[in-house]
């Protein structure tokens, strides 16, 4: 355990300002992620140095398709989170304290450094929730010349996301809906935050987003036109990933039609330079210039950049914003 950061100490309970929860904790008790815990007056960060999952991961699985493609990450999870998603796919890990093993700093460290990994990904359950640990670990990899990647839900407060944002290289956070009602019923939490923090980081870093789309509850094209145009109106060429839906957790709606994954690719098109589909076999991920339609990043074997010189397109000359 280890002291959290962003509390505030009111006497018969503390308040957590990590996330927009904002939870009211009383002595003995857990806020709504169930890690973060009040011990007379002082809040703990319970998954400090607990990791339940670790994988050589390639990036292309986080997924960030344009942050040095082909390459592999060193990637570890907790448990915990703060959303409680019907369809959860990680809720073996999210709720898997049992599963958790103690493992330091300097062992994380030392097991990432016998790898060829570009860095370190805090991914598999929500790592905002881990923050304290995953900030601990980020200035390490950062003083070793390495890269810091955090998947995420998104749902964080800005002042430690502010706080937080300078070791980061890459995100890919999840926009789960553009409904406020789908972020409370389905996944208990709110959308405003996440849009917040879209917004935020991608001024600060590089962020890719992922939407799993979920037949008549997100996918109808009034919502998907209005998720990529919120994204467009960012930055045209943030990269936008759909991916296919299964079956799991609480949630049994069939797996996603492929053809409403068709159509949302054909819709976002519309107003972003990048958009990929993903967890399904079948689809074309390749990049491909917005400009003059050749191959950049071939993804059909193996990840090979084809097609870009110093960040141009070799074809067309045309800048290319990928990071390798
Ligand atoms: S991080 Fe956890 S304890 Fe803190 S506000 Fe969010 S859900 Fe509540």
Known sequence: MKEAKFYEN???????????????????????????????????STNYEKITSIGLDPIEKKPLYHFYPGTKIFSIGSFGCNFRCDYCQNYEIVEGEALAIDLSIEKIIQLEEETNSIG????????????????DLAKEMRNRGKKNVLVTNGFINKEPLTHLLPLIDAMNIDLKAMSDDF??????????????????????THVEVTTLLIDEYNTSEEEIERLSYFL????????????RYFPKHK?????????????AK???????????????????????????????????????IVGIEKNRCSHCGQEIPIIY
Request: glycine share 6%; aromatic share 10%; with cysteine.
């Open 10 to 44: 009111k006497g018969d309970y503390v308040i957590c300002k990590l996330c927009p929860h904002n939870c009211k904790i009383k002595n003995g008790s857990t806020g709504i992620c169930k890690v973060r815990k009040n011990i007379d007056g002082v809040l703990y």
């Open 120 to 135: 370190m990904a805090f991914t598999y359950n929500e790592p905002t929730i881990f923050y304290e640990m995953v900030e």
């Open 183 to 204: 972020y409370k019923k389905i996944c208990k939490g709110k959308l405003d935050p996440v849009l917040e923090t879209i917004k935020l980081s991608a001024t600060k």
């Open 232 to 243: 467009s109106n960012i930055d045209k060429d943030i990269v936008l990933h759909f991916s």
């Open 251 to 263: 949630m049994n709606n069939p797996a996603t039609n492929l053809s409403t994954l068709t159509k």
């Open 266 to 304: 054909e819709i976002a098109k519309k107003h972003l330079n990048y958009v990929y589909i993903g967890n399904v076999f079948g689809f074309d991920n390749s990049t491909y210039c917005p400009y003059c339609n050749s191959k950049l990043i071939d993804r059909n074997f193996k990840t090979q």
